[in-house]
C-alpha cells in the first residue's frame, strides 16, 4: 500500500512543473519545451530510483509504471484543460507543444491515460509489492498503450497537422518503445498453468460457440470499415460513413489509421480468437485475448468519445437520428473482446494442457 501512495502523490508534482512551465516564457520555446521534458523525465526516473535505492523492486517495469504515473497526470490536465475545466497549466503547450492534443480523439485519449491508464499503474504496483500475479493485467495495459500510441504517432503525421509538428513531438518517441518493451517482456514471462484439459466440442460449449458467432460478425464490421476509410465507391459504404459514422472521414487522419490498424492487425488476430476457441490447446489464448481488449477498449473509447465530442464539427458528429445504433454497435465491438479474454482468464482448462517444464513457484509469483 505505500508504494502506490507514493507513486500517488509524487505524480501530482506534475502540476507544479506544468504550472512553472506555462508561468516562465523562458520554459516555452518549442525546443526548449522538448530539452525541458526531456530533463523532467530523467529527474523522474533518478528520483524513483533513488527512493527505491535500498528496498529495489525486482521488476524493472515498476520503473516505467512510476514514470508513466507521473505523465498521466499531465495527460489528465491537458484534457481538462482543453475542456474548459482547469486553466493556467497548459497553455504554453496547447501553442508550441502539440497543438493536435486539442483534438477531439486526443482529449479522449489524454483522459483514457489520466484516468484509466493511471489506475492501472496504482493496481500494477500495488500487485508488484504485495507479490500477487499481475501478468494478465500487464498484459491489457500493453494492450491499451501500444494501440494509443500506434494510432496517435502516424495519425498526428497523415493528419492535417502533419504541417505543424513541433520538437515536443518527438517526447512520444521514448514513450512509444518502452511501452513495446514492456508488452514483449511480459509476453515472454510465464504463466500459471492448470494441470486439467477439456476437450469437448464446440457445439457442447454454447457461449464459446456464442463468441465465435460474436468474432464472425467483428470480422464483417471491420472490414466494412476498413474499406470505408479507403474511399472504397460501393454504395452501401458511403451511405454509412455519411448517414452513420461521418468522423470516418475527419480530416485529423486518427479516425483513418485507427481503422486501418484494426483492418490489418485486428482482423486477423479476431480470425485467430476464432481458431482458437475451435481448438483445444492454444495456449496463445491467455495472453493475446487479454493483450487485444486492453487494445480495443483503448480505440473504442477515443473512437466513441471524439464522435460525440463538442470540439467535432456537427458534419463529423454522430447524427441523432442514428445515433443508437451507431452506439450500440460500437460498444459490442468493445465489449466482446473484453468478455472474452474474462472468458480465457476463468475457464483456462480448454486452452492448457500440461504446466510448463522448470517453472517454479517463485516464478509463479512474479508473473
Known amino acids: 500500500m505505500v508504494q ?7 505524480s501530482l508534482t506534475a502540476l507544479g512543473v506544468l504550472y512553472t512551465m506555462n508561468n516562465v516564457p523562458a520554459f516555452q520555446e518549442p525546443v526548449v519545451i522538448l530539452e525541458t521534458g526531456v530533463a523532467v523525465l530523467v529527474a523522474v526516473f533518478l528520483l524513483v530510483y533513488l527512493a527505491t535505492r535500498y528496498n529495489p523492486p525486482k521488476d524493472p517495469l515498476f520503473y516505467v509504471f512510476a514514470e508513466f504515473s507521473f505523465t498521466c497526470v499531465i495527460d489528465l490536465t491537458s484534457a481538462l484543460e482543453y475542456d474548459g475545466f482547469t486553466s493556467g497549466f497548459m497553455e504554453f503547450y496547447q501553442k508550441t507543444g502539440e497543438p493536435y492534443l486539442g483534438t477531439p480523439y486526443a482529449i479522449m485519449m489524454c483522459y483514457w491515460d489520466g484516468i484509466v491508464h493511471f489506475i492501472l499503474y496504482l493496481m ?7 507479490r500477487q500475479q499481475y501478468r494478465t493485467l500487464g498484459l491489457f495495459w500493453a494492450g491499451s498503450l501500444c494501440a494509443n500510441m500506434i494510432v496517435f504517432v502516424p495519425g498526428i ?21 518502452v511501452r513495446i518493451w514492456g508488452a514483449v517482456s511480459l509476453f515472454s514471462r510465464p504463466r500459471d498453468m492448470l494441470n486439467v484439459s477439456r476437450k469437448k466440442a464446440l457445439i457442447w460449449r454454447p457461449l ?3 463468441f465465435v458467432v460474436y468474432l464472425v460478425a467483428a470480422m464483417g464490421f471491420t472490414i466494412f470499415r476498413g474499406l470505408a476509410v479507403l474511399d472504397c465507391p460501393l454504395e452501401i459504404l458511403n451511405r454509412y460513413v455519411t448517414e452513420y459514422e461521418p468522423y470516418l472521414k475527419e480530416p485529423v487522419g486518427f479516425p483513418r489509421v485507427m481503422m486501418l490498424l484494426l483492418l490489418f492487425h485486428a482482423l486477423p488476430m479476431l480470425g485467430s480468437f476464432a481458431y482458437g476457441l475451435c481448438t483445444p490447446g492454444c495456449t496463445w489464448m491467455l495472453d493475446w485475448t487479454a493483450y487485444f481488449a486492453g487494445a480495443i477498449l483503448q480505440c473504442q473509447w477515443s473512437h466513441i468519445g471524439a464522435s460525440l465530442h463538442p470540439r467535432t464539427a456537427d458534419m463529423y458528429r454522430i447524427p441523432i437520428t442514428t ?6 454497435l460500437n460498444l459490442l465491438y468493445a465489449a466482446g ?19 510448463p517444464v522448470g517453472q517454479t513457484n517463485n516464478e509463479k509469483k512474479l508473473s
Open 157 to 177: 503525421v497523415v493528419g492535417k497537422y502533419g504541417s505543424e509538428i513541433h520538437p515536443a513531438f518527438w517526447l512520444n518517441m521514448p514513450f512509444l518503445l
Open 337 to 355: 473482446p473484453i468478455l472474452l479474454a474474462l472468458r480465457c482468464k476463468r475457464e483456462p482448462d480448454y486452452f492448457l494442457s500440461i504446466a
Open 208 to 210: 464459446d460457440l456464442l
Open 4 to 10: 502506490e501512495i507514493c507513486v500517488f502523490l509524487f
Open 124 to 130: 500494477l504496483i500495488h500487485r508488484m509489492s504485495n
Open 323 to 328: 445515433l443508437v445504433p451507431v452506439l450500440l
